[in-house]
């Protein structure tokens, strides 16, 4: 006579597969990429503020931090880093919502669960929707950082630029001394 075997554990159930499901799996994630975005929209809004739009260096209202190399002044770019794609807003703000979509559908491929990527792309992503957010609301992004160099000039820029450059910059750097993630 057969006797019946044991039964078989019911089968878990999957884990959750998105970070709204599981806020924990992508914390430092989320936590920087809202630290980044707070910050750049508060120093953006401090400088609106304080400073007249359109305000050079050399103009009465900007803020000299450090003589002849260092200031605030006010000024709007509708183009993309160094005034590239001038006068697109649009299609930009397009491409940073498709951008951070993008990162979202294949966050699993890029290693967002690695502790390191997610502190690259917390700087990514919070500076990306630091300047959408602009780009929405004033149709144009607001640099404010002025940086000389002698007669040199650096594009103004501000702290969502410098976010997205630091996290891209450490995602490379990452990926070049682990090329197998």
């Known amino acids: 006579?057969?006797?019946?075997?044991?039964?078989?554990?019911?089968?878990?159930?999957?884990?959750?597969?998105?970070?709204?499901?599981?806020?924990?799996?992508?914390?430092?994630?989320?936590?920087?990429?809202?630290?980044?975005?707070?910050?750049?929209?508060?120093?953006?809004?401090?400088?609106?503020?304080?400073?007249?739009?359109?305000?050079?260096?050399?103009?009465?209202?900007?803020?000299?931090?450090?003589?002849?190399?260092?200031?605030?002044?006010?000024?709007?770019?509708?183009?993309?880093?160094?005034?590239l794609f001038t006068g697109q807003s649009v299609m930009l703000a397009a491409l940073a919502a498709i951008t951070l979509a993008a990162i979202f559908f294949w966050r699993r491929a890029l290693g967002l669960h690695e502790v390191g990527t997610q502190l690259c792309f917390g700087l990514l992503c919070g500076g990306i929707l630091g300047n959408l957010c602009d780009r929405l609301r004033h149709g144009h992004v607001i640099d404010f950082i002025d940086t000389h160099f002698g007669s040199y000039i650096y594009p103004t820029f501000n702290l969502a630029d410098s976010a997205i450059c630091v996290g891209v910059a450490i995602y490379l750097l990452r990926s070049l001394r682990s090329p197998d993630r």
């Not at 159930?13 to 630290?35: E, I, K, M, Q």
């Not at 910050?39 to 209202?61: C, F, L, N, V």
Request: charged share 10%.
């Open 1 to 83: 006579m057969n006797e019946p075997g044991p039964e078989a554990a019911p089968a878990a159930a999957p884990a959750a597969s998105t970070p709204l499901a599981r806020p924990g799996a992508y914390l430092w994630f989320w936590l920087l990429a809202a630290a980044i975005f707070a910050a750049d929209q508060a120093s953006k809004a401090w400088i609106a503020g304080r400073i007249p739009y359109g305000t050079q260096a050399a103009d009465p209202g900007a803020i000299t931090l450090i003589p002849n190399f260092l200031y605030f002044i006010h000024v709007g770019n509708t183009g993309a880093a160094w005034s």
